[in-house]
């Protein structure tokens, strides 16, 4: 087993990625904290990985909300004395295109960039504890390539990219490793969003002609991300830092 004893944090840990990853950190021994603002589906998750023989727990908190981020890792300090994996995985794309007003502009940095800094800053300790901790970020190829459709997105999953270069060498003499992934289309309920349609007959005429665009013909599946998020998280990756793994069946190589 990769974590075996391990404690991990994943934000937006209910759904999509988040969940896969959650199930997958649980199935190689980690204990597993799913923070979400969705109940219900937190719920589920950690139903799912205890009925599955695993350990996890949910901790329910908007991640807007940097005092409830704080308390949220002062309990997680209290409770285990060490974080090994901090999963920072929360994002949603939000408001499209130039024209947006500022409380979408500002929506979007809280949840995408703000959070994820600030629960990192909050866990520091945590983190140090841990004796070769490791911090996940996800990007997504929209922080390493343009769009046209989602340039405050960019701005949040760009920014994600520069900060894991920064926050990796901050830490590099702690033992704790900072990395990011930057999936591309993943199958989520997360996923439709981007598509900026709630027609679902011109979601599918969407997807099809985007995924057409993938050299690898594809969307990719949670799993997928959840398998490079274990390399990420465990000693198979133990002198990797810094860094930004596109997940994307090859769109940014084009
Ligand atoms: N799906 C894709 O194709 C894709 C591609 C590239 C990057 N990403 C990124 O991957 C990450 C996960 O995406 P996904 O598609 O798996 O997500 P998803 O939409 O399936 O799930 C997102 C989860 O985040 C939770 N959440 C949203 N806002 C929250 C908040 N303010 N506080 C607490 N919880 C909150 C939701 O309740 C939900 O459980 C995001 O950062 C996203 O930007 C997604």
Partial sequence: MLLKDKVALITAGASGMGRAGAERFAAEGAHVIVVDFNEANAAETVDGITAAGGSAAAEICDVRDLGALKALAGKVEREHGALHVLYNNVGIPGAAGLELTQDEWDFGIEVNARASFFLSGYLTSALKAANGASVIFTSSTSGLIGSPFS??????????????????????????????????????????????????????????????????????????????????????????TGVTIPVDGGITAK
Avoid: C, H
């Fill in 151 to 240: 340039p405050m997105y960019s701005f949040t999953k760009g920014g994600i990219i520069a900060l894991v270069r920064s926050m990796a060498l901050a830490w590099a003499a702690d033992g704790i490793r900072v990395n990011a992934i930057a999936p591309g289309s993943v199958e989520t309920p997360g996923l439709p969003a981007f598509f900026r349609t709630d027609d679902p007959e011109e979601i599918a005429a969407r997807k099809k002609a985007f995924f057409a665009t993938i050299p690898m013909g594809r969307a990719s599946q949670p799993e997928e991300i959840a398998g490079v998020a274990l390399f990420l998280a465990s000693d198979l990756s133990s002198y990797v």
